[in-house]
Structures are given as structure tokens and as C-alpha cells.
């Protein structure tokens, strides 16, 4: 195995990796009990392929046993040596020396129990040692001065309620606050002291609440019926949902630390939470996450290179192959997976079921249930009983209704008439052409999702007029897949005329590029770069044809990688003016560097503009 396989290798097969790394080293051990170790410990794919290139930059660190290293090298040395390795090293203090049997870390670093205690100046007698706890205001204090409480926390938490809902049963707060905090006393008397505070917390305002437990205080006492307690929502979406994530000082549900973590995906541009970062610490979306080649493994019922939905004892499955019968699907012939007909009782593969095709019978596009791939039969002509299919109460047409009321077809046009209608009750006939070419859809449940959140929002607002029906008017809205839907629906039914998206997305994207930098004369100069070169550029190339997708990617990967040059120039107190060759081969060195190649377009460009002089940055092809 040689060293420039190991990043490759890291990523393909880290399991294997880390195996062969520790028993190079240890040569007591089997392989077999090296690999049931190392798969105890890695745990996940990311967690696995981390400690396997940490392994691979540094494995003197199963000699050595020294920090910096992550902590699952750290774990994964203390279960070596529990499984009897005697050349693996245990991982030792950074500060004293001591082998270790258990972990403390700061930063990269480990260390013991003694070493690894934070000191700070006692709050009561001023002296510098080892902080033993932190009193009511946070403030630290050694192990000579505790800041004592001898009242009782059940008394005191049951006298604060009382004074808001008079009567309220002393067992019932004495069994919510132990379920809140079991075993740790310190913790819940933290929590009586906070509460004492801001008894507020208890009648609403509870998303401002320092510690977790008294989020789960709360819903104990109103989940036992207790008057007075208010559960809080969450300050930001304001739903009564679980709120337990700190955002600036706040605690808020989940959705909205997903928004508030939103980044751009540097390989699809779609603005959402990263699921996971790349080599050089760039957000990808859980999309991107999912495509990744890297993650992708051979299914051993299809035998494709696909995601993984499941693993068995003999190796990973796709979400395509389930665990089905394979026989000889009636509909199109091909021996695949297949599930039973409730209507013929013969098998049909999954792409028969899901297929829509026009019936030979009655017309209708409707899904597949007998006949061929060639003739197709709808379920209403394959088996006209009325215990499976009954007439709809508006059209009478036949379909499978699973609950009283009209089929889809008609539910959409109902919907589409709420949402388009004015106020006379009308559709306005500038609305008309996207009704029409709605309600006439084939597939009505894929329009009806039109018709859903958002969506329904923007179109009763654009049929009432409280919108005007311009791309301006949406271009006010937040930004995101939903809107620039409703966006294509609107021009492909000639509601709205036809623009330059990409254009669009990239002026927007330079106007705030342009005001993110922290300096004046960065601001400008990136003002400059983005409008009168890659815009112009664009627009020149374009010669009045759209913009393609992937012009707007590279525009901009040349516009951040124009920020990320003078970020880090700004972090050393140089300007495009003042720096020299000698400055711009540092940076060019540098660890930290992203987009390389994107950057040397820069520099040319402010060469170019007599910006800077004197550097010197080649092109590659």
C-alpha cells in the first residue's frame, strides 16, 4: 500500500484502511479482532473516513499516543489496548505525560483529569485555581468556596408556581422537576435559581430559558394539567413545536436552525443546510451528499452503483431493489420484482405500477393494471366493480375514492376556482390561460400541489390583486425552489413573458457580494469585477440568448473566489495596491486557500485595470 493510495483509499474503504494501519503496528492481535475494534469505534461513513485520513497523515500516533488528533483515534487506541495490543500506545496528557484510560479535550488536544480542569480567579476569594463550580450568576468559583443553597428545590419551584396558579399539588412539581433533571442535583438547583430569576419563563417565555431542562419542566406540568404554565413557541416561526436549539440567545425548533444555517452548495448552487462539507470545507447539500460518487456503492440485487437504503450480511441494498418476489411481471413481460395485483392477481413489476399511460379502453390517461405495455388497460376497464371503483359525485366519472367527496380531477378545479376567483367570483382573464392549462393537466396530482402552502398563498394574492402580476412582485418574495416554480408555471402558460433567470439569480448574486465585504475599497473593486467584466461578458456572449446554467456557476466561482482572495489579504493588512509578488506567493502556499485557479482570473483582470502591478499569476489551461 503506498502513501498516495491512502487518500483514496480513506474514502473507498477507511474500515480497511485503519485495519491494515494498526496492524502494521500490532502484530499480536488478528485481523479479524483489529477489524471488529476499529468497526466498534468509526462508527458512521463520515466518522469512519476522518479517523481514517487522520490515521494516514499521522500514524505515528499508534506508537506515540500523542495529541493533536481527534478524539476517535484517541478511543479507538483505549480499545486496542482493552483487547489486549501490546505495541499500541495509549493516549497520553499533552501537558503532564500520563497515560490515559479515559479522554478530556481542548481543542485537539488530550489530556487528564488534572490537567484538563479549566482555572480562572475565584469570584469569592480572588485566588486563581481550578474552577470546582459556578454559582447562580455563572460565575466561577473554586472548590473552597461553594455557593451553598440549604433550601429545598421542590419547595422553592412549588411556592413560585403557587403564586401564578394557586392550589397546584406539591407531588406533581416534585415528580416533574426530578423527571426534568434525574441524578444531578448541581443541575436542577441551577435550575431553581434560574426560574427564581424569571418566573416569566413558566407563562410563555420559556424560549428564553439558560438551560434545556426547564424547557422540559414546562411541558411536564402542562402535559399534568397544571393552571398557569404556558408552553412557549418558538420566537422565530411562532408554532407550538419543540424548541430546544440555542440561536442568539433564544432557544427555537428546528426549522429554524436549519434557515439560519442556510449556505450556498458549491456544487449545485441550492441554498440550504449543509449536509457535510468537502476537502476544503465547502457546503454540499444533503443532495449533493446523496449523489456523491463517493458514497455511492454497488447494490447486490441490481448490481448498480446506487445509494444505499439498506445493509445485509451480504452487502448493501439500493432503494429500488426491495426485498420482493422475482417473477415474470404480466404487464411488461421482464423478470423483476413484482407485488401482486388486488385487482387480477397476477404480478406487476413496481415501474407498471407507478406508469401512467392512455388506456386502449376508455382513453383516459390512468395507471396501468392489465393489458400490455403496448395496449394498456386502467383499472375501472380491467375490473368495472363497484367494491373497488365508484362514480365520482360531480364528473361520474369511475375512480378508486378512498374517502367521500369528489375525485382528484374535480377537487383540483375547485381549488384552482378558490384560489384564482376575484372577489366577483370570477377567474380574471389574465389568470384564465393558468387555470385552463391546470385544471386540463393530465396528471391532477401533480398539479394539486400547486395549490398547497406557499403556493396557494402567492396565487390568491395575484388573483386579488393584493400582488401585481409581475416578475418584480415575486422577485420580493423570499427566495427559493417553491417561488421559482410558481415562476415557470407562470411563463409557460404565458401569464408571465419570458426572462433571463440565470441573468436574474447572477445580478443578484453580485449585488450582495458586492455589499458583504467588510471594506469600502473591497466593495468597489468587487462592484467593478462583477459588473463591467463578468456581466458585460455575459451579456455580450449571450447575444440576446439565455444564460445557461453552467455560465452562472462559473461566473460565480470567479466572483467567490474574488472574495476569498481579498478576505484573507484583508486578514494580513494588505490591499490589491500594497501587495507584492512575494505576498500573493504566501498566499498561493497557504493552507486555507480555495479556488486557486478561479483567483489567478482576478489578478489578471485587476493587472488588467492597472489595479495592482507587479504580480505575476500564469493562466491554466
Not at 8 to 34: H, N
Amino acid at each position: 500500500m503506498t502513501t498516495t493510495d491512502q487518500p483514496d483509499r480513506a474514502v473507498t474503504d477507511p474500515v480497511g484502511l485503519i485495519t491494515d494501519l494498526v496492524a502494521e503496528v500490532e502484530r499480536e492481535l488478528g485481523i479479524e479482532t483489529i477489524q471488529a475494534v476499529v468497526t466498534a469505534v468509526v462508527g458512521g461513513r463520515a466518522k469512519s473516513r476522518s479517523l481514517a485520513k487522520a490515521l494516514a497523515m499521522r500514524p505515528a500516533v499508534l506508537t506515540d499516543g500523542r495529541s493533536p488528533a481527534p478524539r476517535a483515534i484517541g478511543d479507538l487506541l483505549i480499545e486496542l489496548r482493552k483487547a489486549g495490543a501490546s505495541a499500541i500506545a495509549p493516549p497520553v496528557c499533552a501537558e503532564c505525560g500520563k497515560k490515559l484510560r479515559t479522554l478530556q479535550r481542548k481543542g485537539q488536544d488530550w489530556y487528564c483529569s488534572v490537567c484538563g480542569q479549566e482555572t480562572a480567579e475565584c469570584n469569592v476569594c480572588g485566588s486563581v485555581r481550578r474552577v470546582g463550580f459556578r454559582d447562580r450568576k455563572g460565575l466561577p468559583r473554586c472548590s473552597m468556596c461553594p455557593d451553598i443553597d440549604d433550601r429545598d428545590p421542590v419547595t422553592v419551584v412549588h411556592e413560585l408556581i403557587t403564586t401564578m396558579a394557586p392550589g397546584a399539588d406539591r407531588d406533581v412539581v416534585a415528580e416533574a422537576l426530578r423527571r426534568s433533571v434525574p441524578h444531578r442535583p448541581h443541575y436542577r438547583q441551577r435550575l431553581v435559581w434560574a426560574l427564581e430569576e424569571k418566573p416569566r419563563l413558566l407563562t410563555g417565555e420559556g424560549y428564553l430559558a439558560p438551560h434545556r431542562a426547564i424547557l422540559r419542566f414546562i411541558d411536564l406540568l402542562h402535559e399534568a394539567g397544571v393552571a398557569g404554565i404556558v408552553r412557549p413557541a418558538c420566537p422565530r416561526c411562532h408554532q407550538l413545536v419543540r424548541i430546544d436549539k440555542p440561536l442568539d440567545g433564544q432557544r427555537v425548533c428546528r426549522n429554524c436552525i436549519a434557515k439560519s444555517r442556510i449556505e450556498e452548495c458549491v456544487r449545485c448552487g441550492a441554498r440550504r443546510e449543509p449536509a457535510t462539507r468537502d476537502d476544503q470545507g465547502r457546503p454540499l447539500c444533503p443532495t449533493c451528499l446523496i449523489t456523491d460518487p463517493a458514497n455511492l456503492e454497488t447494490c447486490i440485487v441490481c448490481g448498480k452503483s446506487r445509494m444505499v437504503s439498506s445493509r445485509t450480511a451480504d452487502g448493501a441494498i439500493c432503494p429500488n431493489c426491495r426485498p420482493l418476489p422475482v417473477l415474470l411481471c404480466s404487464i411488461c413481460g421482464h423478470t423483476t420484482p413484482c407485488t401482486l395485483s388486488k385487482l387480477t392477481g397476477l404480478p406487476h413489476c413496481g415501474g407498471c405500477r407507478q406508469r401512467q399511460l392512455h388506456c386502449t379502453v376508455c382513453g383516459r390517461l390512468r395507471g396501468i393494471h392489465s393489458g400490455t405495455a403496448d395496449a394498456p388497460v386502467c383499472g375501472p376497464c380491467t375490473t368495472p366493480d363497484a367494491e373497488f371503483w365508484r362514480p365520482c359525485p360531480t364528473c361520474g366519472q369511475a375512480e378508486r375514492l378512498h374517502a367521500p367527496g369528489p375525485c382528484p380531477r374535480c377537487t383540483l378545479k375547485q381549488r384552482l376556482h378558490e384560489l384564482l376567483a376575484d372577489n366577483t367570483g370570477s377567474i380574471p382573464p389574465k389568470l384564465q390561460p393558468l387555470h385552463d392549462a391546470l385544471a386540463g393537466s393530465e396528471r391532477a396530482a401533480t398539479a394539486m400541489k400547486l395549490s398547497k402552502s406557499i403556493v396557494s398563498t402567492v396565487l390568491s394574492d395575484l388573483s386579488s390583486g393584493r400582488r401585481s402580476l409581475t416578475h418584480e412582485a415575486l422577485d420580493e418574495l423570499p427566495e427559493g425552489k417553491v417561488i421559482e416554480h410558481i415562476r415557470s408555471v407562470l411563463v409557460a402558460t404565458e401569464v408571465l413573458p419570458r426572462r433571463d433567470e440565470q441573468m436574474v439569480r447572477l445580478e443578484r448574486h453580485v449585488k450582495d457580494l458586492a455589499t458583504s465585504h467588510a471594506t469600502a475599497e473591497g466593495r468597489k473593486i468587487l462592484h467593478r469585477y462583477a459588473t463591467w467584466h463578468h456581466l458585460r461578458r455575459l451579456r455580450r456572449r449571450s447575444r440576446g440568448k439565455e444564460v445557461t446554467h453552467s455560465q452562472l456557476a462559473v461566473a460565480r466561482q470567479h466572483l467567490r473566489a474574488a472574495v476569498y482572495f481579498l478576505n484573507w489579504f484583508e486578514k494580513q493588512n494588505l490591499t490589491l495596491a500594497t501587495c507584492r509578488q512575494a505576498n500573493l506567493e504566501q498566499w498561493m502556499t497557504s493552507d486555507d486557500v480555495r479556488l486557486r485557479r478561479e483567483a489567478g482570473h482576478f489578478v489578471r483582470w485587476a493587472l488588467a485595470q492597472k489595479i495592482t502591478r507587479d504580480l505575476s499569476f500564469p493562466a491554466e489551461r
